[in-house]
């Protein structure tokens, strides 16, 4: 039961990890460096943002995801954040491309690993 449920964590780990690296960090490196978003960030950038906003949006989730409205909306919040802090964008920009990588990861993660 307590193996079971490791390895379904550390599954779903790896799985948003890859989706991090596969989908999130070339939507970011391409979406700010639109001529509406003039901030390109280089792609190694681009990565460092994707992993940390899945691990700061997991331990979000993972804390505050179990309350019934506010949970869902704190963790595309935190990749937003993650996304304006460390990939030096402004807020609607980070809005729109930390909401569009978190909901990326979700659907990858449904479908790569459903529960």
């Known amino acids: 039961m307590i193996l079971g449920a490791l390895v379904e964590a550390l599954t779903g780990v790896v799985v948003a990890l890859v989706a991090a690296v596969v989908l999130v960090a070339p939507l970011v490196h ?3 460096g639109t001529d ?3 901030r390109r960030p280089s792609f190694a950038v681009a990565v460092t943002v994707a ?3 899945v ?3 997991g ?3 993972l804390l505050v995801g179990w309350v019934p ?3 869902r ?3 595309p919040i935190a990749w937003a954040y993650v996304l304006r802090h460390l990939g030096g964008s402004d807020w609607p920009p980070a809005l729109f491309v930390g909401g569009v990588g978190w909901l990326l990861t979700v659907v990858f ?3 790569v690993a459903p529960t």
């Open 30 to 32: 391409a979406a700010l």
């Open 36 to 38: 509406r978003f003039d």
């Open 51 to 53: 992993l940390t906003a």
């Open 55 to 57: 691990f700061v949006g």
């Open 59 to 61: 331990l979000a989730d």
């Open 69 to 71: 409205v506010v949970g």
């Open 73 to 75: 909306f704190v963790s």
């Open 109 to 111: 993660a449904a479908v």
